[in-house]
């Protein structure tokens, strides 16, 4: 119980905060651009999840052996993040083609209550794909400790989930910062009306968003696997829960934002499980974030703007 | 509107009110009254829906849905079994069973209102004569206060808690609570967890373990068997490093496995199921460097739970310790069910078929000898059994409706499996059992 | 209107709960298993009606209505329960317990009152997360998991006329299906009452727009914190109904964030700041959860369909689906909701804050 301890709580706090930093984006995104809090985003994570499953039996790499992480283990890596980051941004753009957009200018709950909707329908289909109970997701990597001596735990596990989260949200942020999309995401998430006036073909640029955000989602549902090794129906709800929580801790809309509250998150639960007991880990990330949230109402990053009258 | 009663009308006048001190809202009857309460209560249940003097109902009260079903499968086929050994008939009646879930899907396992609505239904049915289950024991305590009021037989294949039927050594109030009307109707198949965890502990003590680290999953049954596993190793004098309750709907417990790392116990101890969680914890103590061993209750013995861990992440260091014999050290009848179970479903039967097979014969003995259908001759009759041969070996229910088998076993998992390694002699600790 | 469906749908509350006051005595299911499932459904009717007054009158999106109905519960069952030396008589308890849980919902709400729109709503998300997770590690006070058992039934020990209420409770569901009906009687007159006095006005005001509310002298923090204890304590009256029909308060995780959802959809399907909207949305989405769904599942095992077991071949194993479609289907076709209310109707359309 040392500084060794504390740094090893940081490591594994740090590591989990990515993961949900990476399903942030996805919230915070969507919030954005169209003010839609996505219920079904979790959901969708678990959809990926399921595929993940099913493409590592279809792949056999079950059998690319456990004893050393090699190249055949690191290309199927790469191949399910792309595939299933495929398959979750594709559906998320259907949803928001048949759900979403034809409620446009409905009441502003109303695509709240079609998200919750459309989560109901993905659990179902959860059910379906992998049965009621939680299924175990093969460990393709080695569980040998990468640092040296006992002292601090870090696994290849933990290495993956660095290796992925953080090149995919560099990329995000280039594409946000200097890309002519990603000019276009930002002109619709300020002004929707006046963006379209000056040529913007606000459906498209919604349409990539949800892709975009779908796709992170589906990148981080192979993590999640691989990194958690457990999966089943009902798992959305609890990383949906943690997500958005990120998204809004750190200023909702914001991508910088997300990242920061997914890491505060994944610190706080790893703090409080080493020095306030498992129990009470959940309740403690909601207390601070109510907390922070009195002090500072627009989140760590929001801006302070004017809600739409 | 036969059977609603109306104030001022049905009820007998001179019923005395006492308070009693654990329920204070009962009214202890003399026999007549008790007679009358009685033709009063049947009227109420006749006006709900006409009974069928033929036919007698069984009902299960099991988690269908979620990660147990694989388990409480098993039970039903057992209970199914019994049923059609003896022809569907007992004695002059029809068997008709009702497979009654008390999970939801968007729980993934029991809830208290599903348990409940299932125990208002087995009452109001004047068909019903039994009521088989529950499987966890925190769904026995939500019904059965409920079907006490109707004398309905009520007995568990699975419930370990101690205190839903001993006196003095669950909670204050405990069992008295569960039986409003004074008397006894839940009668449970499986040995209760006064042995199942200080026996643990006197067994990991002989093993040569010094040092654990407990955990329980905060519920009735695992924090109560985590509880008694606690208290034996601080009398076995093996050092308790730490006690934590778990959230069963956390994620991952890797910060608490590095916790326990850093305390480096010889052994973790889980009090919890399969679905609190046991697998994932399994797995993360192994990604996390822990080489301790790990043990767990019977509420993780089931196929799922090696599933749900991997099996090499338990291999030859997770034992598991089960109330009774595992399948394929069953003898006489018992290995008969298993043969018979074999053949018809193409796969061994999980732990707690047997259970579910013994309860329901338990049912059926009780229906035959008491021959009426009269719940409370049906509870009577099954709570005065005090012989009993069946597929558990010869055994009968103590005056608590305890089982008298005190066998425990303890299986360690190998090659995906689980491999039956010793029977533990109750007989040994017997005398040094917790006055608590 | 002077054609009878006018009268009728002018009177619809009198009509229903005509209706409903008879039904127990020419319906004999109602004194069976049906009966209790009525009850929870007039319970949720209660939940929602409470849920209504932040969402649909003063428009504060709530998603923690649940750990108010948990509290409730709770602290009921803190004054009744045999293990505890309180013991007191139900409706007091009931009393304190509403009482209590307006406090909470008041303590909550004076520091967050200026967190605007989602985030108010992450707060009350966050809140409900933290109360469950309260609930489930007080155990010393709430029996952690285990919940406490058993809440003795409203009149219990008390004799009127030859009967003992409590153990008529108990073995009756009609007793709880008349207590739970007239406390929804009670509620929806009194939400009536509310919708048209000054108070209601205000909270609809705030609403529509806080700063031109405050122009004309509402003070939207004092508003916007009555819909907040009002709501508390409607929810909290559900909650004691319902840990007496359970008899326990069941575990914490009956209070979770699912409960708030199914409620908060509930109050949207049917139709914001609509007392016959929400009672129908209610009447929909718990009726097809608790009612169709057991029936429609113990059919389909009766007629022997599903010999193994199937979840493709339950009705439960599709429950979720069919949920989600309606949710999905009724946004998208009347985005206002099922009865929407008169006030908003008026001026909804194309306009949204």
Redesign the interface.
């Known amino acids: 119980?040392s500084a060794l301890?504390f740094l090893?709580?940081c490591l594994?706090?740090l590591t989990?905060g990515a993961l949900v930093a990476l399903m942030a984006l996805g919230y915070t995104m969507v919030?954005g651009i169209i003010?839609l809090?996505n219920f079904a985003h979790g959901d969708l994570i678990m959809l990926g999840a399921c595929l993940a499953l099913t493409l590592v039996g279809a792949f056999g790499l079950e059998a690319a052996g456990t004893a050393t992480a090699g190249v055949a283990t690191w290309l199927g890596i790469a191949l399910l993040v792309g595939l299933c980051g495929l398959f979750c941004g594709l559906v998320n753009v259907a949803v928001d083609r048949l759900?979403y957009r034809?409620?446009r200018?409905?009441?502003?709950?109303?695509?709240?209550?079609?998200a919750?909707?459309?989560?109901?329908?993905?659990?179902?289909?959860g059910?379906?794909w992998l049965?009621?109970?939680?299924?175990?997701f093969?460990?393709l990597l080695p569980?040998a400790?990468l640092l040296p001596g006992?002292g601090l735990?870090f696994?290849w596990?933990d290495l993956l989930v660095l290796v992925v989260v953080v090149p995919l949200m560099a990329a995000l942020m280039v594409l946000v910062k200097s890309t002519r999309l990603g000019k276009a995401m930002r002109a619709v998430s300020q002004d929707e009306t006046a963006a379209a006036l000056v040529g913007v073909d606000v459906d498209r640029v919604i349409a990539a968003t949800f892709f975009l955000g779908g796709f992170l989602g589906g990148a981080a549902s192979v993590i999640y696997g691989l990194y958690?090794?457990?999966i089943?129906f009902?798992?959305g709800?609890?990383?949906g829960?943690y997500a958005?929580?990120a998204a809004?801790l750190g200023g909702?809309g914001s991508i910088p934002g997300a990242v920061i509250g997914g890491l505060v998150i994944g610190l706080v639960?790893?703090?409080s499980?080493?020095y306030v007991?498992?129990?009470?880990?959940?309740?403690m990330?909601?207390?601070i974030?109510?907390v922070i949230?009195?002090f500072r109402?627009?989140?760590l990053l929001g801006r302070r703007t004017k809600?739409?009258? | 509107m036969s059977g609603f009663i109306v104030p001022g009308g049905l009820w007998c006048g001179d019923c005395r009110l006492t308070r009693l001190n654990h329920s204070p809202y009962i009214p202890v009857m003399n026999s007549w009254n008790r007679g009358f309460a009685l033709l009063v209560a049947c009227m109420v249940y006749a006006g709900c829906r006409p009974a069928d003097p033929g036919l007698v109902r069984i009902v299960s009260s099991l988690p269908r849905t979620g990660s147990a079903k694989q388990q409480t499968d098993s039970i039903v086929r057992g209970i199914r079994m019994a049923i059609d050994e003896a022809g569907g008939r007992v004695g002059p009646f029809r068997i008709e069973y009702l497979d009654l879930d008390d999970a939801t899907a968007a729980a993934g396992q029991w809830t208290s209102e599903a348990e409940a609505a299932n125990a208002r239904r087995a009452l109001q049915d004047p068909d019903v004569v039994a009521y088989i289950g529950t499987y966890n024991s925190g769904a026995a305590k939500v019904s059965m206060p409920i079907l006490n009021l109707g004398d309905l037989l009520m007995v568990s294949p699975a419930n370990t808690a101690v205190g839903l039927t001993k006196p003095d050594m669950g909670e204050p109030g405990e069992p008295e609570v569960y039986r409003p009307t004074g008397r006894l109707n839940y009668l449970r198949v499986v040995p209760a967890d006064d042995l199942q965890g200080p026996l643990s502990a006197d067994w990991a003590k002989q093993r040569g373990v010094k040092k654990v680290y407990i955990l329980d999953d905060n519920e009735v049954y695992g924090k109560g068997i985590a509880d008694l596993f606690d208290e034996r190793c601080r009398e076995l004098e093996i050092e308790v490093l730490g006690h934590d309750s778990i959230d069963a709907k956390a994620q991952e417990f890797k910060s608490l496995m590095a916790r326990i790392k850093a305390a480096g116990p010889d052994l973790v101890y889980f009090g919890g199921t399969t679905q609190s969680k046991g697998g994932q914890l399994a797995k993360d103590m192994v990604s996390a460097g822990i080489t301790a061993r790990l043990m767990v209750p019977d509420g993780c013995m089931e196929q799922v739970f090696i599933d749900a861990a991997g099996a090499a992440n338990l291999e030859g260091r997770c034992f598991v310790t089960f109330g009774g014999l595992p399948a394929e050290k069953l003898t006489g009848k018992g290995s008969e069910f298993v043969a018979r179970y074999q053949k018809q479903f193409g796969e061994p039967p999980e732990g707690y078929a047997v259970y579910g097979y013994e309860a329901a014969q338990v049912v059926l003995r009780a229906i035959r000898d008491a021959g009426m259908k009269d719940r409370r001759a049906i509870t009577d009759a099954a709570r005065t059994i005090r012989d009993f041969d069946g597929a558990l070996g010869r055994w009968g229910f103590d005056e608590n409706g305890d089982t008298t088998l005190d066998a425990l076993t303890v299986s360690v998992v190998r090659g995906g499996r689980f491999v039956f390694e010793e029977v533990i002699d109750a007989t040994d600790v017997a005398g040094t059992q917790p006055s608590e | 209107m002077g054609t009878v469906w006018g009268w009728v749908s002018d009177r619809w509350e009198v009509v229903v709960l005509a209706v409903l006051a008879v039904a127990p005595l020419v319906i004999p299911a109602l004194g069976g298993a049906l009966g209790g499932q009525v009850t929870t459904l007039f319970i949720y009717c209660i939940l929602a009606l409470g849920l209504n007054v932040m969402v649909g009158y003063t428009g504060l999106l709530h998603l923690g209505i649940a750990a108010f109905f948990g509290i409730g519960a709770y602290v009921l069952a803190i004054l009744t329960v045999p293990t505890f030396p309180f013991q007191i008589g139900w409706l007091a308890a009931a009393a304190v317990s509403i009482a209590v849980t307006a406090g909470i919902g008041l303590a909550l709400g004076a520091p967050t009152l200026r967190l605007r729109g989602d985030y108010l709503a992450i707060v009350t998300l966050g809140f409900g997360e933290v109360a469950k997770v309260t609930l489930r590690n007080l155990e010393q006070v709430t029996g952690g998991m285990k919940g406490l058992n058993p809440v003795p039934p409203p009149g219990a020990g008390v004799t009127v006329a030859g009967t003992d209420l409590g153990l008529a409770f108990a073995v009756d569901p009609r007793w709880f299906y008349y207590l739970t009906l007239a406390s929804l009687a009670g509620v929806v007159w009194a939400m009536r009452r509310l919708e048209n006095s000054r108070l209601g006005r205000a909270w609809v005001a705030v609403r529509e727009d806080e700063l031109a509310a405050s122009a004309m002298g509402i003070s939207a923090t004092r508003v916007k914190l009555s819909a907040f204890a009002m709501s508390s304590a409607v929810a909290a009256l559900a909650g004691c109904l319902y840990a007496a029909s359970l008899s326990t308060t069941a575990d914490p995780n009956a209070y979770d964030f699912n409960r708030s959802i199914l409620v908060l959809c509930a109050v949207i399907l049917g139709g914001l700041g609509s007392i016959p909207g929400t009672l129908l949305g209610v009447a929909i989405l718990v009726g097809f959860d608790t009612v169709l769904a057991p029936w429609a599942d113990s059919l389909i095992q009766q007629l022997n369909i599903n010999p193994s077991g199937s979840s493709l071949l339950s009705f439960s194993g599709w429950r979720l689906a069919i949920f989600g479609i309606a949710l999905v289907l009724v946004m998208r076709y009347r985005p206002e909701g099922l009865i929407p209310s008169r006030r908003l109707a008026a001026e909804l359309h194309g306009d949204q804050r």
């Open positions: 119980m301890f090893q709580q594994i706090g989990n919030y003010r809090i759900v034809p409620l200018d409905a009441p502003k709950l109303a695509p709240l209550v079609s919750i909707g459309v989560s109901f329908i993905f659990m179902n289909i059910l379906f049965g009621p109970a939680d299924r175990s093969p460990q569980t400790n006992e735990q696994g596990k958690i090794n457990t089943g009902q798992m709800f609890q990383n829960l958005f929580t809004v909702i639960r790893a703090l499980t080493a007991g498992e129990r009470w880990a959940g309740a990330v909601f207390a974030l109510i949230l009195v109402p627009e989140g809600e739409k009258v």
